[in-house]
T-cell receptor
Framework: DGGITQSPKYLFRKEGQNVTLSCEQNLNHDAMYWYRQDPGQGLRLIYY???????QKGDIAEGYSVSREKKESFPLTVTSAQKNPTAFYLCASSIGQYGTDTQYFGPGTRLTVL | DQQVKQNSPSLSVQEGRISILNCDYTNSMFDYFLWYKKYPAEGPTFLIS?????DKNEDGRFTVFLNKSAKHLSLHIVPSQPGDSAVYFC???????????FGKGTKLSVKP
């Protein structure tokens, strides 16, 4: 059945290491998004992609990188340049790029940097 | 500066009564609004949305009201059930821009 998968659910890394979070969707959606949630905070947009091989920075892109080589996949790399990487990361997708296209979310990955 | 504000971090309601969650926005260009429900350690799930050309949208127990002049929207849940206990996020978008701006969320607790 269709949906968005994120793996792993929990991820631990040592400080200074890069780590890549996986996001896959089989909904045939064009647009994909990465958000970060911190305790007591709303979701903040890191990167988004409206089409394959194209992506744009969101509000808090510093210290992150993405790629969109396939329609189904939008991996997020948390680099050592990200000052406070411990957070809950959420991937979403929508059928198109317009504001009225509802975004559907994956289950999230909790990253803890030790 | 927060463009979407949910000023109540928490709300407690008795089962069977009405839950009213509020959201204010500052950007008059926002024309599409959504509510998401989120359980701990899970992704948000879409609940209901409303376009700025409407002032009310209803789906079962959930109704969203939009007051454009006040830049305010609210989510009504009637009757409230214990399974409704979650964090509710209000989100808004502008025109052809797909990016959503989220509020900080309101934690709803429905007591049996």
């Amino acid at each position: 059945d269709g949906g968005i998968t994120q793996s792993p659910k929990y991820l631990f890394r040592k400080e200074g290491q890069n780590v890549t979070l996986s996001c896959e969707q089989n909904l045939n959606h064009d647009a994909m998004y990465w958000y970060r949630q911190d305790p007591g905070q709303g979701l903040r947009l890191i990167y988004y992609s409206q089409i394959v091989n194209d992506f744009q920075k969101g509000d808090i892109a510093e210290g992150y990188s993405v790629s969109r080589e396939k329609k189904e996949s939008f991996p997020l790399t948390v680099t050592s340049a990200q000052k406070n990487p411990t957070a809950f990361y959420l991937c979403a997708s929508s059928i198109g790029q317009y504001g009225t296209d509802t975004q559907y979310f994956g289950p999230g990955t909790r990253l803890t940097v030790l | 500066d927060q463009q979407v504000k949910q000023n109540s971090p928490s709300l407690s309601v008795q089962e069977g009564r009405i839950s009213i969650l509020n959201c204010d926005y500052t950007n008059s260009m926002f024309d599409y609004f959504l509510w998401y429900k989120k359980y701990p350690a899970e992704g948000p799930t879409f609940l209901i949305s409303i376009s700025s050309i409407k002032d009310k949208n209803e789906d079962g127990r959930f109704t969203v009201f939009l007051n454009k002049s006040a830049k305010h929207l609210s989510l009504h849940i009637v009757p409230s059930q214990p399974g409704d206990s979650a964090v509710y996020f209000c989100a808004a978008s502008e025109g052809s821009q797909g990016n959503l701006i989220f509020g900080k969320g309101t934690k709803l607790s429905v007591k049996p």
